[in-house]
Structure formats: structure tokens, C-alpha cells
């Protein structure tokens, strides 16, 4: 499974963006799938996931201001970020997964694009 994420780029604090990530290749059965993000010099942070009944997870530094959503038949996860913060700057990764652990913010997803910057500029 190849993943293909867009969407990146510089924004003003209180700005929105929205994240696209596509799968490809070999995605037969259900997939689960979200974002992760990294500052350089940091941990890998879990950010959203979203499975295959649309049941979605988030991380507290994002709820209420990130929203995930994935088309099924196209699989395709989208990442609407409103209300962006400096704090929010980082490369972010699109995963999927057919395992049920996605809501897990610890498992290792299978998975991974190649990641597209976000700047947050305050």
C-alpha cells in the first residue's frame, strides 16, 4: 500500500488547512486509516484515526479544533485543521492499517506516506 499525502503549507495562527492522503496498491478489505506528526528533534505525535464505521479518534491537543474523514471507496483520509496554532507546526504522515488497534495512539501503524509540512505562523 502506497500512500500519497498534499496539502501542506504555511498558514497564519487561527488560519485553517486541510490534509489529503491516498491509498494505492494492493488496499483489498478494510482499512483504517489517520495522521501522525513529528517536530524535528521530537517524538512521533498520534494526532487522529479514523476506522472502517467511521469511528474517529483524536488526540486532546487537537479535539474540537482537527477534524478527520475518510472517503472509503476512494480511500482517501482528509485532516481539516482550523484554529492552527504555532504549536501545531510540524511534518505530518497519513498511515493505514487493517488491524483493529487504530484507535490505540501507541500501535505501530503498518503503513506510512511520506509526509507534508505544515507551518504555523504566529
Known amino acids: 500500500v502506497q500512500l500519497q499525502a498534499s496539502g501542506g503549507g504555511l498558514v497564519q495562527a487561527g488560519g485553517s488547512l486541510r490534509l489529503s492522503c491516498a491509498a494505492s496498491?494492493?488496499?483489498?478489505?478494510?482499512?483504517?486509516m489517520g495522521w501522525f506528526r513529528q517536530v524535528p528533534g521530537k517524538d512521533r505525535e498520534f494526532v487522529a484515526a479514523?476506522?472502517?464505521?467511521?469511528?474517529?479518534y483524536y488526540a486532546d491537543s487537537v479535539k474540537g479544533r482537527f477534524t478527520i474523514a475518510m472517503n472509503s471507496a476512494k480511500l482517501t483520509v482528509y485532516l481539516q485543521m482550523n484554529s492552527l496554532k504555532a504549536e501545531d507546526t510540524a511534518v505530518y504522515y497519513c498511515?493505514?492499517?487493517?488491524?483493529?488497534?487504530?484507535?490505540?495512539?501507541?500501535?505501530?501503524?503498518?503503513?506510512w506516506g511520506q509526509g507534508t509540512l505544515v507551518t504555523v505562523s504566529s
Open positions: 496498491g494492493r488496499t483489498i478489505g478494510s482499512y483504517a
Open positions: 498511515v493505514a492499517d487493517q488491524s483493529s488497534y487504530y484507535s490505540d495512539p501507541t500501535y505501530e501503524w503498518n503503513y
Open positions: 479514523i476506522g472502517w464505521r467511521d469511528d474517529t
